[in-house]
């Protein structure tokens, strides 16, 4: 009895064992495709907190295609909200037939290679010129082929060729050899907007030699890349400065240790002048005024657009190098000669006090009893400057203040973009309107104070210290309900609380605030 027993029992031992490694081995093949393929349902914070504002305010979302300009977006100072969907699964949702679909996510060298692939790319319209080190341009690393202008973001497209490359500016064309198609391209990184979009110049890549067209002779022979981009759009706005356009150009031309001249389209002298300190860092060569200069420019290589990652900041895990903002930071130190890497309660002034510096402002948004915090903050043991910077402001000579400074504080606006300048472990005290607008408080400064090494602190206008209590009745729905102004779009939101407001600060909710501030320090 025993031994048929024991004869009948074993093959099921071994058949419930054969089912259970069935089962194990299904279980990990389904949670690796889950993890390479599936988004998480929940979604990442910063999703969820652009569906909040997507909520509030009617903005371009990701559904509309970057190339063709539409919808209610206003030229305001302050960024249009859009969806913030993984690149992986917005590949996915909009071009799922797309053979040159590629996120950022899966790829090493996410400057070198497209996230996603224009609106206007079919598979079979790429190119295929030459490059460098003896591979296809228009090739990735794993073969396949890709186009030669493409998204880099929601915000930013790219275009990239080598070969024989002819700039010419006066016409907005460059002729490329090895592609087989035209490419249109606005080198600025705002492609979600198109209100600053129809503010660029769009540039036309032509086939070399194609016919009918002939492409003009080289005047001017260059050995190093070009990079073209432009100070249109929003730029002459600090925020925008930063976000758009100089934040993106360190992302996209630092790899590359000077050895790329830069094509500057939408030319403001001014606005060059300003800058020409930060770009010296990234080139070594002057600035090209593309749109006007007579020459027709030939490169080995041209790359047009730089990469957008987020608002005043850079994603360190797709930066060439993995650099990070406080690289950029260090950067604008060495260019305007910032000597103060770190903040302390003792000051940097020999006083052995800290130093606030209140940002000043002269149209909405003022400070009402600016000298009453100035004396205050004086009572609590700082020492204070006020400044107001504006377009004229010399940013070499303002940059050293903001350096010096160990506390800033300024109502929500482009002024607060300063903090760049800030030393490490400062505190950035923003003051936030009466009208329920953290949200956008919190994308344009407080997220990326973080990243910048600043502490950073709310101060929440209260209604009796808004000077909007003196313009509606106590009943009126500006008063009562924000949000409900909030749904009627960006204009109504701005006219309402950000135009016609200014501020009482409550002096002893202001010093809390400061003896706050002043414990955060080193």
Known sequence: MK????????????????????????????????????????????????????????????????????????????????????????????????????????????????????????????????????????????????????????????????????????????????????????????????????????????????????????????????????????????????????????????????????????????????????????????????????????????????????DMGVDPRRSPGHVSVVDFKRALRRAFGLEREAASRGGATGTGKPRLLIISRRGSRRFLNERDMARAAAEAGFEVRVAEPDQHTDMATFAKLVNSADVMIGVHGAGLTNMVFLPRGAVLIQVVPFGGLEWLTSVTFKDPAADMEVNYMDYNVKLEESSLIDQYPRNHQVLTDPYAVHKQGWDALKTAYLDKQNIRVDLDRFKATLQEAMSRLP
């Open 3 to 310: 031994p048929s027993l024991r004869s009948r029992q074993e093959p099921r031992r071994v058949s419930n064992g054969v089912i259970i490694g069935a089962m194990l081995l299904s279980l990990c093949v389904l949670s690796i495709v889950k993890a390479r393929y599936c988004a998480t349902p929940f979604g990442k914070a910063e999703d969820q907190l652009q569906e909040q504002m997507n909520a509030s305010i009617r903005m371009e979302t990701d559904e509309s295609p970057a190339r063709t300009p539409g919808g209610d977006n206003s030229s305001s100072g302050f960024p249009p909200i859009s969806n913030s969907n993984s690149p992986r699964l917005a590949c996915a949702k909009k071009f799922a037939a797309a053979s040159s679909c590629v996120s950022e996510e899966e790829e090493d060298e996410p400057e070198e290679v497209p996230s996603t692939a224009l609106a206007v790319t079919t598979p079979a319209a790429v190119s295929t010129t030459t490059g460098g080190k003896g591979r296809k341009a228009g090739k990735d690393r794993k073969g396949k082929a890709k186009p030669t202008c493409y998204t880099t973001s929601k915000r930013s497209e790219r275009c990239d060729a080598s070969g024989d490359i002819r700039v010419d500016g006066n016409r907005s064309t460059i002729y490329v050899s090895g592609i087989d198609r035209e490419w249109r391209t606005k080198p600025y990184a705002r492609y979600h907007d198109p209100v600053a979009m129809a503010h660029v110049r769009e540039y036309t890549l032509k086939p070399l030699g194609a016919a009918g067209d002939a492409a003009p002779a080289c005047t001017k022979n260059h050995s190093v890349p070009g990079f073209m981009f432009s100070n249109g759009g929003f730029s002459g706005n600090l925020y925008h400065d930063y976000t758009d356009v100089l934040v993106p150009l360190f992302i996209s031309t630092h790899q590359f240790k000077g050895r790329v001249k830069f094509l500057l389209s939408g030319m403001k002298p001014w606005w060059v002048a300003k800058f020409t300190p930060f770009f010296q860092q990234l080139t070594r060569y002057d600035v090209i005024d593309v749109d006007n200069d007579q020459e027709v420019h030939c490169f080995p290589r041209i790359l047009i657009g730089a990469t957008f990652h987020k």
